[in-house]
């Protein structure tokens, strides 16, 4: 069984696919590269604070407003 965090990178991924396909392959695939690579540096910041473990029974994607506290 997948972790939760392989779990929420591979459910952003399909989001933004579904967001991004009434757009030029071109610029699909530009969108989806920064957004994957924002959403795991978010990811990894939120781990270096600790977040993901206080939040661990949380999706990261949802607890980002809840995480915001810890590392601002």
């Not at 957004?35 to 661990?56: I, N, Y």
Request: charged share 25%; glycine share 2%.
């Amino acid at each position: 069984m997948l972790d939760k965090v392989t779990l929420d990178v591979e459910r952003f991924e399909v989001w933004v696919t579904d967001k991004v396909t009434p757009l030029s392959p071109a610029d699909a695939l530009l969108i989806q590269q920064l957004a994957k690579c924002v959403h795991l540096a978010r990811m990894r910041a939120l781990d270096e604070a600790g977040a993901s473990q206080r939040l661990a029974d949380h999706s990261l994607t949802d607890a980002y407003g809840i995480a915001d506290v810890h590392i601002q």
